[in-house]
């Protein structure tokens, strides 16, 4: 699915993230709001977020090698913020046994 530059960044954020791993659980947070004033916080926000992907292509995978497969799907995000680049990504990355585990 390709999607506009107009398009918003958890909307790009969601069609990578779902094209590269099929997820079974996708959830993308918008934070921006809360790190207002912050390093990397812009107006109009989409800036900072928290992603919850659980997913059968981290089986095997360590958590180093599971983070530098989110970054590498989203490396077209991630750029100065003053250019309207993504500056936080808070990552919970599991597989599916892993997540039905967790409290989460």
Same mark, same amino acid.
């Given at each position: 699915m390709a999607l506009s530059s107009s398009s918003s960044r958890a909307e790009r954020l969601e069609a990578r993230l779902a094209q590269t791993f099929s997820p079974t659980v996708l959830r993308i947070q918008d934070d921006s709001a809360r790190h207002a004033g912050h390093a990397g916080a812009q107006p109009g926000g989409q800036t900072h977020y928290s992603v919850l992907l659980v997913a059968e292509a981290f089986r095997g995978q360590s958590r =180093? &090698? +599971?983070? +530098? &497969? =989110?970054?590498d799907a989203l490396a077209a995000e991630f750029g100065p913020p003053e250019t309207g680049g993504m500056h936080a990504l808070s990552l919970i990355l599991r597989t599916p046994e892993e997540h039905a585990a967790s409290s989460t």
């Open positions: =180093v &090698a +599971r983070s +530098r &497969a =989110v970054h």
